[in-house]
């Protein structure tokens, strides 16, 4: 089945009825999309849908007749030009790292980094003048 645009007639004349029409209509499997003009009354339907069922439904709720049914054809793909590749950048690798090979291997330089190992140093500041408050 192919996607239809149905135009349907339809007497509302209420917002409370116009709600219901949109509500019932969206709920059938396959519409793509409605569109409904206030003015005129007329609601178009876009999608893999039977028209017939809709009209049905539709007719519990106001009073609705079909107008017109036209198959819809998809756009047409134009060719594309083939466009051109761009280069690809070169990649910079400023410093490999080489000393972890392995995600959980132990770091045992501590030349390179900030904090410098404290193995077991006991740092005690005396200062003349202490004051503590309390």
């Given at each position: 089945?192919?996607?239809?645009?149905?135009?349907?007639?339809?007497?509302?004349?209420?917002?409370?009825?116009?709600?219901?029409?949109?509500?019932?209509?969206?709920?059938?499997?396959g519409?793509?999309?409605?569109?409904?003009?206030?003015?005129?009354?007329?609601?178009?339907?876009?999608?893999?849908?039977?028209?017939?069922?809709?009209?049905?439904?539709?007719?519990?709720?106001?009073?609705?007749?079909?107008?017109?049914?036209e198959?819809?054809?998809?756009?047409?793909?134009?060719?594309?030009?083939?466009?051109?590749?761009?280069?690809?950048?070169?990649?910079?690798?400023?410093?490999?790292?080489?000393?972890?090979?392995?995600?959980?291997?132990?770091?045992?330089?501590?030349?390179?980094?900030?904090?410098?190992?404290?193995?077991?140093?006991?740092?005690?500041?005396?200062?003349?003048?202490?004051?503590v408050?309390?």
């Amino acid at each position: 089945m192919t996607a239809q645009k149905s135009v349907l007639q339809l007497s509302v004349h209420e917002e409370k009825i116009r709600k219901r029409v949109w509500a019932t209509v969206s709920k059938f499997s396959g519409v793509t999309s409605i569109a409904m003009d206030d003015k005129t009354g007329k609601m178009t339907v876009v999608g893999v849908v039977d028209v017939p069922r809709i009209v049905k439904k539709l007719r519990k709720i106001c009073n609705a007749e079909l107008v017109t049914v036209e198959v819809v054809k998809p756009p047409e793909k134009k060719p594309e030009q083939e466009k051109s590749t761009p280069a690809k950048p070169t990649e910079i690798v400023a410093f490999p790292v080489t000393q972890f090979n392995y995600p959980y291997q132990y770091h045992y330089s501590s030349a390179n980094s900030y904090y410098q190992p404290c193995e077991n140093y006991r740092f005690v500041a005396e200062e003349p003048h202490t004051c503590v408050m309390m």
